[in-house]
């Protein structure tokens, strides 16, 4: 019995673990060991940052503190030439501004899968979903529209029910805004 258990889980996992494996990781390692390369690499992370750029939800602040980042790596190599030529407290500042970077693009990255294990309605049974970090932001946008289609419906002309104007003031339908 404990066998026949044991090859039912490794068979459910092993698709799991071939198609994670796959996900999303054809990138190339970019090693920025000089300042050339380093310009690359910052050019290519902006324009990723553009809508439909695979780091398109970065938001202004992060974009704020990633071209700070960049400018700081970028005085590093300046000084030095390359991260061979640094000091160690140089080549520590650096790899700090790289791993700020990173956890920036990580958290903002479109292409992220996100997975969450919970029952699906009517029932005890938790099943794995799975989508990316865009697909997230989209269903989220599409029910926010959704929201306001459904709360426009309910209002009437001097109701004091229905949002001022803006996407930031959403009420619940029957709730009264006091202003």
């Excluded at 390359?82 to 000091?87: F, K, L, R």
């Excluded at 790289?98 to 029932?123: F, G, W, Y």
Aim: proline share 4%; aromatic share 6%; charged share 25%.
């Amino acid at each position: 019995m404990k066998g026949s258990i044991a090859g039912f889980l490794l068979a459910a996992l092993l698709p799991l673990t071939i198609a994670a494996a796959g996900e999303n990781y054809s990138e190339a390692n970019k090693n920025a060991d000089s300042r050339e390369k380093l310009a690359a690499v910052a050019a290519d992370v902006r324009s990723q940052m553009r809508a439909g750029g695979r780091f398109e939800f970065v938001r202004p602040i992060e974009r704020t503190t990633i071209d700070r980042k960049f400018a700081e790596m970028d005085a590093l190599f300046a000084q030095a030439g390359s991260v061979a030529g640094m000091q160690e407290d140089a080549k520590v500042k650096l790899f700090d501004a790289q791993e700020t970077i990173n956890s920036i693009l990580t958290q903002r990255d479109a292409d992220r899968l996100i997975c969450k294990r919970e029952p699906i309605m009517d029932s005890r049974i938790p099943t794995t979903t799975c989508q990316t970090y865009r697909q997230q932001l989209a269903k989220a946008e599409v029910t926010r529209q959704k929201m306001l289609q459904w709360q426009n419906v309910l209002c009437t002309p001097n109701s004091k029910t229905c949002p001022q104007e803006g996407p930031s003031n959403l009420a619940v339908p029957g709730a009264v805004i006091v202003h």
